[in-house]
């Protein structure tokens, strides 16, 4: 099957990043930081304050893989290395969480860097369409 005539020999432009990843990460780190705090606050008022800093613990974790991932990525090191770096590294951070926070709250810490990385994923997102 041939392409229409109007677009044999037409070549796509590549794909490029006009959006500057710093900002996600910006923005993720203080709607974390902000949620952080929140929770802490809240469930000290729900008089859970453990959950509270499970949860927080989690947040600053997950928005902390992202800045992790910037850092390493610019000296050079190549993607897979640094996410099974990351990925061992929050592993031990969450487990060390359920010796201090309890067991019981580990799912917490793990529930909350699911939720930061969801917020990083919508925020770069957001900058990518900004830019369009």
Known sequence: ?????????????????????????QVTAVACAAGAVVAVVVSAVLGQPLAGIAIGVGLLLGA????LAQ???????????????????????????????????????VAAMAVAQLMLSAAAAREMLRHR
């Open 1 to 25: 099957m041939t392409p229409p005539p109007a677009m044999a020999g037409a070549v796509s432009p590549a794909p490029t990043l006009d959006a500057d990843p710093r900002r996600a990460l």
């Open 64 to 67: 902390g893989n992202g800045l």
């Open 71 to 109: 850092r390493l990525l610019a000296f050079g090191v190549p993607m897979v290395a640094t996410s099974l770096m990351r990925l061992l590294a929050l592993t031990l951070v969450a487990a060390a969480s359920g010796v201090f926070l309890g067991w019981r709250r580990i799912v917490l810490v």
